[in-house]
């Protein structure tokens, strides 16, 4: 079983749903959760941050962390086209000396 | 603000010869992370470097190495190149050592035939 599962789609919705992106970890270990979008032939963005449990959101984007059941979310408002791209959710352990741990990422597709 | 810069953006080598990939990052940022990624491993952590030292290693060969210089910016150097070790290597900097806020650069494409 690996560190970070994650459904590596391809998730098409239409323009303007909501969509939620999921990831499912082992180690309960991991403390910082984070979300990245990646366009193709470009490197990783970093688009949110999360510290332990709980929800945080910014614009059109909100990140869930329920560590009790080892879960994260991003869900994404009124989608875009622009959204089109891979979203990798990433983790760390406290300290951190392993680097972050990614899923493989989910590709996701709006459609016009 | 510069973005974080990775030199050649694409690269081409064959079986058995050594390639050195650069990494210069955000201006202010002092630490330099290295990331495999492939189509079936996905983004792998390599090593991370502050201050001139190689602080956190992933879990890859000794073919896999890297420096760092007194301006940040890094170098990777993969030795006796492998068909597996083609990917897209990513630099990520960071203003701290083991930040979890990193930025990545757009990564150099490697193909080994």
């Known amino acids: 079983q690996k560190e970070v599962e994650q459904d590596p789609g391809p998730l098409s919705v239409p323009e303007g749903a909501i969509v939620s992106l999921n990831c499912t970890y082992s180690?309960?270990?991991?403390?910082?959760f984070m979300w990245y979008r990646q366009y193709s032939r470009k490197g990783p963005e970093l688009l949110m941050y999360?510290?332990?449990?709980g929800n945080k959101e910014d614009g059109r984007f909100t990140a869930q962390v329920d560590k009790s059941s080892k879960y994260i979310s991003l869900f994404i408002r009124d989608s875009q086209p622009s959204d089109s791209a891979t979203y990798l959710c990433?983790?760390?352990?406290?300290?951190?000396?392993?680097?972050?741990?990614f899923g493989k990422g989910t590709h996701l597709i709006i459609q016009p | 603000k510069a973005g974080v810069t990775q030199t050649p953006r694409y690269l081409i080598k064959t079986r058995g010869q050594q390639v050195t990939l650069s990494c210069s990052p955000i201006?202010?940022?002092?630490?330099v992370s290295w990331y495999q990624q492939t189509p079936g491993q996905g983004l792998q952590f390599l090593f991370e470097?502050?201050?001139?030292?190689?602080?956190n290693k992933g879990n890859f060969p000794g073919r896999f190495s890297g420096r760092q210089f007194s301006n940040s910016r890094s170098e990777m150097n993969v030795s006796t190149l492998e068909l597996g070790d083609s990917a897209l290597y990513l630099c990520?900097?960071?203003?701290?050592?083991?930040?979890?806020?990193?930025?990545f650069g757009p990564g150099t494409r490697l193909t080994v035939l």
């Open positions: 990520a900097s960071s203003f701290v050592l083991a930040a979890d806020t990193q930025y």
């Open positions: 180690n309960s270990a991991f403390q910082y």
């Open positions: 999360t510290y332990s449990s």
């Open positions: 990433a983790m760390r352990v406290g300290g951190g000396a392993d680097g972050l741990t």
């Open positions: 201006s202010g940022h002092r630490s």
């Open positions: 470097y502050f201050s001139e030292t190689q602080r």
